[in-house]
Nanobody, 127 residues
């Protein structure tokens, strides 16, 4: 399974970006979650958002709730992260991730729950 993230770039505070993650090597099946994490310089990787592909229920970190939206397109084997009202503290390398099997909701925000990771895409928000 391979994940290819794209869509990062430089944006001003208050602006928007849309990240994409294309999944190959696996039919986009129902069950395994798809997630976005991010890592800023000098900080640990942190959970941003995830979507349960069985229920289509999304989960968000408190820091992005109301500003970011995760979605998926099973026909294109892709997951997206729409980021609005962006802030300088959103600056980080963003990674998409997935795993082989479904997982309980309480574990969906843990990086160690995921088996496969994309290469990351840089997002920079200027003030």
């Amino acid at each position: 399974v391979q994940l290819q993230a794209s869509g990062g770039g430089l944006v001003q505070a208050g602006g928007s970006l849309r990240l994409s993650c294309a999944v190959s090597g696996r039919t986009f099946s129902r069950g395994p979650p798809m997630a976005w994490f991010r890592q800023a310089p000098g900080k640990e990787r942190e959970f941003v958002a995830a979507i349960d592909t069985w229920t289509n229920n999304p989960s968000y970190a408190d820091s992005v709730k109301g500003r970011f939206t995760i979605s998926r397109d099973s026909a294109k084997n892709s997951v997206y992260l729409e980021m609005n009202i962006m802030k300088p503290e959103d600056t980080a390398v963003y990674y998409c991730a997935t795993r082989d099997r479904r997982i309980i909701t309480s574990a969906i925000h843990r990086a160690e729950s995921y088996d496969y990771w994309g290469q990351g895409t840089q997002v920079t928000v200027s003030s």
